[in-house]
């Protein structure tokens, strides 16, 4: 006869565990996006504001490009987004970028999007002003 075990039996650990695993699959998967530094962060701010606010709105809000709020992207995967920064879409008004900005400037640019873009609109302050 078996002794009652004060752990749960092994098929439902093995099911709390595979559980616990799924969840914390995001975490782990979650990118920590390295910050420009402070002038590059403005020139990449700028660059969205007027590049590529030229084709999707001086808001972002859309205009001849869909729009690049970040409620307008919650539902689109990150790495379609850099891909489309970094390629463009061919047969499309939507130009490559890179060369103006580099991959990695990509993934901020659409991870700032995502978040919601920084509203100063990239201006740099009057005391670096040069």
Do not use: Y
């Amino acid at each position: 006869m078996k002794t009652p075990s004060s752990f749960p039996p092994p098929r439902f650990r093995a099911i709390l565990f595979a559980a616990a695993l799924a969840a914390t699959g995001p975490l782990l998967a979650a990118e920590v996006v390295p910050e420009p530094d402070p002038l590059r962060t403005r020139e990449l701010i700028h660059i969205v504001r007027q590049d590529c606010g030229s084709c999707h709105g001086l808001t972002l809000a859309g205009g001849l490009g869909p729009a690049l709020t970040a409620a307008a992207l919650a539902d689109k995967p990150a790495e379609g987004l850099v891909a489309t920064i970094v390629s463009g879409r061919p047969g499309t008004p939507m130009p490559p970028f890179l060369g103006i900005v580099s991959e990695a400037e990509a993934v901020w640019i659409v991870d700032q999007l995502m978040r919601g873009f920084p509203a100063d609109g990239g201006a740099v302050p009057t005391a670096q002003a040069r």
